[in-house]
């Protein structure tokens, strides 16, 4: 059973950092690119940043960069999201994406607060 499984949401004030966690089973880790995407309400899901299936390569969007960082664990099948600088338009749920040649899975997303 494929499973992708978000944690480290929560409140934090603007400035302040989080990191989140995305635990992968059910499928060969290593063979599938991973990324993360927001949703605020109302409003499409957007990338957010991407990561090769080495870990070699890495895309942010412009929002983001600078302040987050993506990585991966292929021994541990876990991709993270570390979020420095936070900022209330930060604000979203966020999801984990696996992407392979030929089928990709969602995670059911992890809510973040940027508030004070």
């Known amino acids: 059973q494929v499973q992708l499984v978000e944690s480290g949401g929560g409140l934090v004030q603007p400035g302040g950092s989080l990191r989140l966690s995305c635990a992968a089973s059910?499928?060969?880790?290593?063979?599938?690119?991973m990324s993360w995407y927001r949703q605020d309400p109302g409003k499409e899901r957007r990338l957010v940043a991407t990561i090769t299936t080495d870990g070699e390569s890495t895309w942010y969007t412009d929002s983001v960069k600078g302040r987050f960082t993506i990585s991966r664990d292929n021994v541990k099948s876990l991709v993270y999201l570390q979020m420095n600088s936070l900022k209330p338009e930060d604000t979203a749920v966020y999801y984990c994406?696996?992407?392979?040649?030929?089928?990709?899975?969602w995670g059911q997303g992890t809510q973040v607060t940027v508030s004070s």
């Open positions: 994406r696996a992407r392979g040649d030929l089928n990709g899975f």
């Open positions: 059910g499928f060969t880790f290593s063979d599938y690119a």
